[in-house]
Protein backbone atom coordinates (compact mmCIF):
# COMPACT_ATOMS: atom_id res chain seq x y z
CA UNK A 1 0.00 0.00 0.00
CA UNK A 2 2.59 2.64 0.97
CA UNK A 3 4.45 2.17 -2.64
CA UNK A 4 1.24 1.87 -4.29
CA UNK A 5 0.65 5.58 -2.47
CA UNK A 6 3.88 6.82 -3.12
CA UNK A 7 3.47 6.53 -6.98
CA UNK A 8 0.09 8.12 -6.69
CA UNK A 9 1.43 10.63 -4.41
CA UNK A 10 4.51 11.90 -6.81
CA UNK A 11 2.40 11.38 -9.67
CA UNK A 12 3.82 8.94 -11.32
CA UNK A 13 0.58 6.84 -11.72
CA UNK A 14 -3.28 7.19 -11.32
CA UNK A 15 -4.84 5.09 -9.07
CA UNK A 16 -6.31 2.77 -11.61
CA UNK A 17 -2.56 2.28 -13.11
CA UNK A 18 -1.15 1.08 -10.25
CA UNK A 19 -1.61 -2.63 -8.45
CA UNK A 20 0.33 -4.15 -5.86
CA UNK A 21 1.37 -7.44 -5.53
CA UNK A 22 0.77 -9.67 -2.68
CA UNK A 23 3.89 -9.75 -0.40
CA UNK A 24 3.70 -13.72 -0.75
CA UNK A 25 3.14 -13.25 -4.75
CA UNK A 26 6.29 -10.68 -4.77
CA UNK A 27 8.25 -13.43 -3.00
CA UNK A 28 7.61 -16.48 -5.20
CA UNK A 29 7.75 -14.32 -8.53
CA UNK A 30 11.27 -12.79 -7.58
CA UNK A 31 13.90 -15.13 -9.69
CA UNK A 32 16.73 -14.43 -7.30
CA UNK A 33 18.78 -16.46 -4.57
CA UNK A 34 17.33 -15.92 -1.38
CA UNK A 35 19.83 -17.56 1.14
CA UNK A 36 19.02 -16.21 4.00
CA UNK A 37 15.10 -17.27 4.27
CA UNK A 38 16.08 -20.40 2.82
CA UNK A 39 18.19 -21.10 6.02
CA UNK A 40 14.88 -20.03 7.86
CA UNK A 41 13.03 -22.51 6.24
CA UNK A 42 15.47 -24.86 7.17
CA UNK A 43 15.91 -24.30 10.55
CA UNK A 44 12.09 -23.13 11.64
CA UNK A 45 10.56 -26.21 13.17
CA UNK A 46 14.16 -26.69 15.29
CA UNK A 47 13.93 -22.91 16.40
CA UNK A 48 10.32 -23.11 17.28
CA UNK A 49 11.14 -26.70 19.25
CA UNK A 50 13.61 -25.26 21.44
CA UNK A 51 11.47 -22.05 21.91
CA UNK A 52 8.64 -24.48 22.99
CA UNK A 53 6.67 -22.10 20.62
CA UNK A 54 3.82 -24.06 17.99
CA UNK A 55 3.96 -23.27 14.57
CA UNK A 56 -0.12 -21.57 14.86
CA UNK A 57 1.26 -19.65 18.04
CA UNK A 58 1.38 -15.09 18.06
CA UNK A 59 4.64 -14.79 18.81
CA UNK A 60 5.86 -10.71 19.84
CA UNK A 61 9.81 -10.60 19.39
CA UNK A 62 11.24 -7.89 22.16
CA UNK A 63 15.57 -7.35 20.77
CA UNK A 64 16.31 -5.92 24.36
CA UNK A 65 18.91 -3.95 25.16
CA UNK A 66 20.30 -3.22 28.89
CA UNK A 67 19.77 0.93 28.38
CA UNK A 68 16.28 0.62 28.57
CA UNK A 69 15.01 -1.80 30.83
CA UNK A 70 12.32 0.79 31.92
CA UNK A 71 10.79 1.22 28.47
CA UNK A 72 11.21 -3.05 27.89
CA UNK A 73 8.78 -3.00 31.26
CA UNK A 74 6.04 -1.02 30.04
CA UNK A 75 5.76 -2.62 26.75
CA UNK A 76 6.11 -5.86 28.54
CA UNK A 77 3.08 -4.50 30.97
CA UNK A 78 0.70 -3.49 27.73
CA UNK A 79 1.25 -6.49 26.38
CA UNK A 80 -0.41 -8.30 29.38
CA UNK A 81 -3.71 -6.50 28.10
CA UNK A 82 -3.34 -7.88 24.95
CA UNK A 83 -6.52 -10.71 24.47
CA UNK A 84 -5.59 -14.15 22.92
CA UNK A 85 -3.03 -16.07 23.63
CA UNK A 86 0.74 -14.94 22.60
CA UNK A 87 4.19 -15.87 23.28
CA UNK A 88 6.90 -12.97 23.41
CA UNK A 89 10.61 -13.72 23.01
CA UNK A 90 12.81 -11.27 24.58
CA UNK A 91 16.20 -11.46 22.68
CA UNK A 92 19.46 -11.27 24.82
CA UNK A 93 23.09 -11.05 24.26
CA UNK A 94 24.92 -13.67 25.76
CA UNK A 95 28.03 -11.63 26.13
CA UNK A 96 26.55 -8.27 27.63
CA UNK A 97 27.13 -8.11 31.32
CA UNK A 98 26.87 -5.71 33.81
CA UNK A 99 28.69 -5.91 36.59
CA UNK A 100 28.54 -9.78 37.74
CA UNK A 101 24.98 -10.15 35.85
CA UNK A 102 24.38 -11.55 32.01
CA UNK A 103 22.20 -9.55 30.15
CA UNK A 104 19.42 -12.73 31.03
CA UNK A 105 20.00 -12.77 34.39
CA UNK A 106 18.71 -8.94 34.18
CA UNK A 107 15.92 -9.36 32.33
CA UNK A 108 14.85 -12.13 34.76
CA UNK A 109 15.07 -9.96 38.09
CA UNK A 110 13.94 -6.61 36.39
CA UNK A 111 10.48 -8.20 35.03
CA UNK A 112 9.93 -10.65 37.24
CA UNK A 113 6.19 -9.30 37.79
CA UNK A 114 5.99 -8.38 34.08
CA UNK A 115 6.70 -12.19 32.91
CA UNK A 116 4.68 -13.23 34.99
CA UNK A 117 1.26 -11.67 33.90
CA UNK A 118 1.84 -12.73 30.21
CA UNK A 119 0.53 -16.41 29.23
CA UNK A 120 4.09 -17.38 27.74
CA UNK A 121 7.31 -15.61 27.42
CA UNK A 122 10.62 -16.58 26.71
CA UNK A 123 14.27 -15.06 27.14
CA UNK A 124 16.77 -16.33 24.66
CA UNK A 125 20.05 -15.44 23.98
CA UNK A 126 21.16 -18.80 21.39
CA UNK A 127 18.74 -18.29 18.67
CA UNK A 128 19.93 -15.77 16.03
CA UNK A 129 18.08 -12.34 15.69
CA UNK A 130 17.63 -13.19 12.05
CA UNK A 131 15.62 -16.73 12.86
CA UNK A 132 13.59 -14.75 15.30
CA UNK A 133 12.65 -11.89 12.90
CA UNK A 134 11.40 -13.90 10.57
CA UNK A 135 9.28 -16.30 13.18
CA UNK A 136 7.81 -13.56 15.16
CA UNK A 137 4.57 -12.22 13.76
CA UNK A 138 5.49 -8.58 15.33
CA UNK A 139 8.56 -7.08 16.44
CA UNK A 140 8.33 -3.99 19.67
CA UNK A 141 11.51 -2.31 20.67
CA UNK A 142 12.10 0.55 22.11
CA UNK A 143 15.11 1.53 19.85
CA UNK A 144 15.88 1.62 16.21
CA UNK A 145 18.57 -0.13 14.93
CA UNK A 146 20.36 -2.45 12.75
CA UNK A 147 17.13 -4.97 14.15
CA UNK A 148 14.42 -2.48 12.63
CA UNK A 149 16.38 -2.09 9.47
CA UNK A 150 16.61 -5.89 9.31
CA UNK A 151 12.64 -6.61 9.82
CA UNK A 152 12.27 -3.92 7.49
CA UNK A 153 13.87 -6.20 4.79
CA UNK A 154 11.68 -9.31 6.41
CA UNK A 155 8.67 -6.79 5.60
CA UNK A 156 7.62 -7.77 9.75
CA UNK A 157 5.39 -5.25 11.26
CA UNK A 158 7.50 -3.01 13.64
CA UNK A 159 6.97 -0.64 16.52
CA UNK A 160 9.38 1.37 17.75
CA UNK A 161 7.87 2.77 21.45
CA UNK A 162 10.22 5.28 22.56
CA UNK A 163 9.64 8.01 25.18
CA UNK A 164 8.99 11.12 23.53
CA UNK A 165 9.52 9.83 20.71
CA UNK A 166 8.03 10.40 16.97
CA UNK A 167 4.57 8.99 16.36
CA UNK A 168 2.70 7.56 13.23
CA UNK A 169 4.04 5.32 10.08
CA UNK A 170 7.57 5.30 8.60
CA UNK A 171 7.70 3.32 5.04
CA UNK A 172 5.04 0.37 4.91
CA UNK A 173 5.57 -1.79 8.18
CA UNK A 174 7.53 0.54 10.61
CA UNK A 175 5.44 2.17 12.95
CA UNK A 176 6.79 4.88 16.08
CA UNK A 177 4.62 4.87 18.90
CA UNK A 178 5.81 6.75 22.09
CA UNK A 179 2.95 5.81 25.00
CA UNK A 180 3.15 1.87 25.79
CA UNK A 181 -0.12 2.05 26.99
CA UNK A 182 -1.43 1.99 22.95
CA UNK A 183 0.15 -0.91 22.31
CA UNK A 184 -2.70 -2.98 22.77
CA UNK A 185 -4.94 -1.25 20.58
CA UNK A 186 -2.83 -0.94 17.92
CA UNK A 187 -2.35 -4.60 17.58
CA UNK A 188 -5.95 -5.27 17.77
CA UNK A 189 -6.07 -2.26 15.32
CA UNK A 190 -3.92 -4.18 13.11
CA UNK A 191 -5.48 -7.65 13.16
CA UNK A 192 -8.98 -6.05 12.19
CA UNK A 193 -7.25 -5.21 9.23
CA UNK A 194 -5.59 -8.37 8.64
CA UNK A 195 -1.51 -7.11 8.63
CA UNK A 196 -1.32 -9.38 11.58
CA UNK A 197 -2.48 -12.54 9.80
CA UNK A 198 -0.64 -12.74 7.12
CA UNK A 199 0.19 -16.14 5.67
CA UNK A 200 3.82 -17.37 7.15
CA UNK A 201 6.45 -18.13 4.98
CA UNK A 202 7.47 -21.62 5.95
CA UNK A 203 3.38 -22.72 5.83
CA UNK A 204 3.53 -20.76 2.57
CA UNK A 205 6.35 -22.41 0.93
CA UNK A 206 5.55 -26.12 2.15
CA UNK A 207 1.85 -26.19 0.83
CA UNK A 208 2.84 -24.97 -2.73
CA UNK A 209 5.38 -27.51 -2.82
CA UNK A 210 2.74 -30.03 -1.49
CA UNK A 211 0.68 -28.47 -4.43
CA UNK A 212 -2.04 -27.29 -2.30
CA UNK A 213 -3.32 -23.94 -2.28
CA UNK A 214 -2.31 -22.17 0.95
CA UNK A 215 -4.84 -20.69 2.94
CA UNK A 216 -4.42 -16.89 5.38
CA UNK A 217 -4.12 -18.74 9.02
CA UNK A 218 -6.38 -17.29 11.44
CA UNK A 219 -5.36 -15.81 15.10
CA UNK A 220 -3.83 -18.59 17.30
CA UNK A 221 -6.19 -20.60 19.95
CA UNK A 222 -3.91 -23.03 21.03
CA UNK A 223 -3.83 -23.10 25.11
CA UNK A 224 -1.42 -20.80 26.62
CA UNK A 225 1.06 -21.46 29.51
CA UNK A 226 -0.30 -20.08 32.72
CA UNK A 227 0.47 -17.15 33.72
CA UNK A 228 3.23 -17.68 36.16
CA UNK A 229 4.70 -20.93 34.60
CA UNK A 230 7.71 -18.85 33.04
CA UNK A 231 9.28 -17.94 36.50
CA UNK A 232 8.70 -21.63 37.99
CA UNK A 233 10.35 -22.82 34.87
CA UNK A 234 13.18 -20.47 34.96
CA UNK A 235 14.03 -21.67 38.14
CA UNK A 236 13.78 -25.37 37.85
CA UNK A 237 14.48 -25.84 34.26
CA UNK A 238 16.98 -22.59 32.72
CA UNK A 239 17.46 -24.72 29.52
CA UNK A 240 13.66 -23.21 28.45
CA UNK A 241 15.31 -19.95 27.70
CA UNK A 242 17.88 -21.14 25.59
CA UNK A 243 18.22 -22.66 22.33
CA UNK A 244 21.00 -23.74 20.71
CA UNK A 245 21.10 -22.25 17.38
CA UNK A 246 22.93 -19.02 16.03
CA UNK A 247 22.50 -17.37 12.90
Not at 1 to 30: C, D, H, T
Not at 48 to 62: A, K, N
Request: glycine residues 6%.
Amino acid sequence: EWAGNFLVREGLAIPQQVSVLKWEEAYLLWSGQDEFTEAYLEKEPRAREMLQISPDRFVILIPHHVAFLWEVRQILAALAQVPGPLSVVIRVDPNTTRRQYTEREIALHTYKRELCALPHAVIDERVGVGLLLQLADLVITPFAGTVTERAALCRKPTIICQAMGAEGWQGECLYWEPQPTRIPHLIQAWRERGLLSRTRLATLVSTVLAGQRPTVLSLPSVTAMAAGDVSRQAASDPSLFEGNLRQ
